[in-house]
Each structure stands twice: as structure tokens, then as C-alpha cells.
């Protein structure tokens, strides 16, 4: 009977954080759609989430378009098939790469930096003091954040699927020596407008993804500093194992047969 006390121990404590998290959520939801709208914060925001991180973001977009091409023509060269090798960066980029990795990058970079800002007004009692003040933490830190967080995604990934496609394309004609004619006309050929508007889809629902871990595990955040720390690498692991699993239940629901 003691393992089957500690497993429903075990079980409860899974079920009171899903809870908790899943309240904290709709909370931030509700901050969103409702006034007041903190515009400087929102900006800050935009700013933190998007341009700041549009220079990893675009390192990682690039080589990966690099990596991408070299391996499709080192596999495709025994099956004689070179010529599919744009088709195959294009696709895998807008649809995959792009939204995943623009998606972890921004999750190393920024939901820790959330957890961490938060999580230091939780400790120092700042967020005690902003409830004092009437003013709704929610709506002052968790909606600016999130509305920042699900609108400046999906421009992040298609300057990401820009950029991505344009390294293949340096590899292509640098490297491989492929007509520029027929890989231009290839690239084209193979753009998709689906397959941009769901990778588009995927940022969007990543960014949301990042900016609720981020804030929740700073809102929660306990023990000082160390905890501090403890709330950034949670909401680092949480936020990409979620940008995982939404990319495969995003991409199940758009492509899967």
C-alpha cells in the first residue's frame, strides 16, 4: 500500500501543477482581451522578443540552409536526383525548420530572460506591491508578454524561412555548382503558400508557448535567488518540450494523412 500511496501522491501533485498552470492561463488570456492595454510595455516587448533575438535567430536560419543542402545532395547523389535538392530546403524549411528552431532559439533566449525578470519582482515583493497599487499583475506583465511573444513569432520565422532558403541557395550555386536559372526556377516552383502560412501557424502558437512558461515559472518562483534560477532553466525545458509537441500536433493537423 505505501507505493500505491506514494503514486497517488505522485498523480495528485501532476494533476494540482496542470491545474494551476492551466488557471494561470486562462488568467493571461483574459489579461489580453481585456483593458487596460500597458502600449511601452507591449512595445518593450516587441522589442525584447523580436528584434533582439532577430540576430540568433538568423544565424541559426542560415547555417541550417547551409547543412540542409550539402546533406540533400549528398543523399540524393546516389539516386541521380540533384535537381530535388531546392524542393527539399524550400519545404523543409518553410514547413519544419524554420518554425522549430526560430521557436527554441527564442525560447533559450527570451522565456528564460521572462522567468528570470519575473521571477526576481516575485522574490523582491514587487508584484505584492503592484496588487497594493491596483494594478493587475496579469495585465501588466503576463499580457504584454504574450501579445509580444504570439505576434513578433511569426515574423521571426518568415525572415527565418527567408534567410534559411537563401543559404541553401548560396550552397546550391556556390558550392554545388547548380544552375542559378534552374534552382531559382525550382525554389519557385516548390514555395508553397500552405506551407508558409503553417509554419506561420506553428510561430505563432509557439510564442505562445514561450511567453506562458516563461511567466509562469517566474510567477511562481520561490526560495530567492536560487529559485530564480530554477524558475529560467524550468521554463526553458518546459517551453521547448511544448514547442515539440505543438509541432506535432500542428503538424498532424495540417499534413498529416
Given at each position: 500500500?505505501?507505493?500505491?500511496?506514494?503514486?497517488?501522491?505522485?498523480?495528485?501533485?501532476?494533476l494540482a501543477r496542470v491545474g494551476h498552470f492551466a488557471l494561470?492561463?486562462?488568467?493571461?488570456?483574459?489579461?489580453?482581451?481585456?483593458?487596460?492595454?500597458?502600449?511601452?510595455?507591449?512595445?518593450?516587448?516587441?522589442?525584447?522578443?523580436?528584434?533582439?533575438?532577430?540576430?540568433?535567430?538568423?544565424?541559426?536560419?542560415?547555417?541550417?540552409?547551409?547543412?540542409?543542402?550539402?546533406?540533400?545532395?549528398?543523399?540524393?547523389?546516389?539516386?541521380?536526383?540533384?535537381?530535388?535538392?531546392?524542393?527539399?530546403?524550400?519545404?523543409?524549411?518553410?514547413?519544419?525548420?524554420?518554425?522549430?528552431?526560430?521557436?527554441?532559439?527564442?525560447?533559450?533566449?527570451?522565456?528564460?530572460?521572462?522567468?528570470?525578470?519575473?521571477?526576481?519582482?516575485?522574490?523582491?515583493?514587487?508584484?505584492?506591491?503592484?496588487?497594493?497599487?491596483?494594478?493587475?499583475?496579469?495585465?501588466?506583465?503576463?499580457?504584454?508578454?504574450?501579445?509580444?511573444?504570439?505576434?513578433?513569432?511569426?515574423?521571426?520565422?518568415?525572415?527565418?524561412?527567408?534567410?534559411?532558403?537563401?543559404?541553401?541557395?548560396?550552397?546550391?550555386?556556390?558550392?554545388?555548382?547548380?544552375?542559378?536559372?534552374?534552382?531559382?526556377?525550382?525554389?519557385?516552383?516548390?514555395?508553397?503558400?500552405?506551407?508558409?502560412?503553417?509554419?506561420?501557424?506553428?510561430?505563432?502558437?509557439?510564442?505562445?508557448?514561450?511567453?506562458?512558461?516563461?511567466?509562469?515559472?517566474?510567477?511562481?518562483?520561490?526560495?530567492?535567488?536560487?529559485?530564480?534560477?530554477?524558475?529560467?532553466?524550468?521554463?526553458?525545458?518546459?517551453?521547448?518540450?511544448?514547442?515539440?509537441?505543438?509541432?506535432?500536433?500542428?503538424?498532424?493537423?495540417?499534413?498529416?494523412?
Open positions: 500500500m505505501r507505493f500505491v500511496r506514494l503514486l497517488g501522491c505522485a498523480v495528485l501533485r501532476v494561470f492561463a486562462f488568467k493571461g488570456l483574459a489579461g489580453c482581451v481585456t483593458p487596460p492595454v500597458y502600449g511601452y510595455t507591449l512595445l518593450q516587448q516587441c522589442l525584447a522578443v523580436g528584434f533582439y533575438a532577430l540576430p540568433v535567430v538568423g544565424l541559426t536560419a542560415v547555417f541550417a540552409g547551409f547543412v540542409l543542402a550539402l546533406q540533400s545532395c549528398s543523399g540524393f547523389a546516389g539516386l541521380s536526383s540533384e535537381n530535388t535538392v531546392a524542393a527539399v530546403v524550400v519545404v523543409a524549411i518553410t514547413r519544419e525548420l524554420g518554425p522549430v528552431l526560430a521557436g527554441l532559439m527564442v525560447a533559450g533566449r527570451t522565456s528564460a530572460a521572462m522567468a528570470a525578470e519575473i521571477g526576481s519582482m516575485r522574490v523582491s515583493e514587487q508584484i505584492d506591491a503592484l496588487e497594493t497599487l491596483s494594478v493587475n499583475p496579469f495585465k501588466f506583465l503576463v499580457a504584454p508578454r504574450v501579445i509580444a511573444s504570439v505576434c513578433m513569432m511569426p515574423l521571426l520565422v518568415l525572415i527565418a524561412d527567408i534567410i534559411g532558403i537563401f543559404g541553401g541557395f548560396f550552397v546550391g550555386i556556390t558550392r554545388l555548382s547548380f544552375s542559378f536559372g534552374l534552382y531559382l526556377d525550382q525554389l519557385v516552383k516548390h514555395t508553397a503558400t500552405f506551407d508558409v502560412f503553417a509554419g506561420l501557424i506553428k510561430a505563432a502558437c509557439f510564442g505562445f508557448s514561450i511567453a506562458l512558461c516563461g511567466c509562469y515559472y517566474g510567477f511562481t518562483t520561490v526560495k530567492g535567488a536560487r529559485g530564480v534560477g530554477e524558475a529560467a532553466t524550468y521554463a526553458v525545458v518546459s517551453s521547448s518540450i511544448g514547442i515539440l509537441m505543438l509541432n506535432y500536433l500542428i503538424t498532424t493537423l495540417f499534413f498529416g494523412l
